[in-house]
Each structure stands twice: as C-alpha cells, then as structure tokens.
C-alpha cells in the first residue's frame, strides 16, 4: 500500500540584512537554490514550499546566545 506523508522542516537562520524583507529574502533564495541542486529533495521528497519570516531578535534570544557562547568558549 502506497502512504502519502505530508513533511515540514522547521529551522532557524541569522542573516545581516537592513530590513525584515531583506532579510526574507536573501534565506528565500538560497534555500531555493539549495532545493533545486538537490536531486531527492525535488524527485524523492518533492519538496512545494518554501516559507518564513524574519523578526528581530528578543531578549530572551539574547540571553541564549550568551549562554551558547559561553559553553562554546
């Protein structure tokens, strides 16, 4: 019996930009490249769409960040 799976893959990007549409933008494009040199992801896994949204960082991102930079040192 064939199955159909509906897949979303979640992730998070930074990316110096001077707007929030920019900053869309520039991860739209390469994550579009990325998809299309990518044989499984177009043939296999049949990858649709694409979507995101930029925000600024809040302070709880701030503090993560220090926290990881600190493990890291």
Do not use: C, R
Request: hydrophobic share 35%; no cysteine; charged share 30%.
């Amino acid at each position: 019996m064939i199955y159909k799976v509906h897949w979303i893959i979640d992730g998070l990007a930074e990316v110096e930009a001077e707007s929030k549409e920019e900053a869309e933008k520039k991860i739209q494009e390469s994550l579009e490249a990325y998809v299309k040199k990518s044989d499984p992801l177009m043939h296999v896994f049949v990858a649709k769409s694409i979507q995101g949204t930029a925000y600024l960082p809040g302070a709880n991102d701030k503090e993560i960040n220090e926290i990881n930079k600190d493990n890291n040192n």
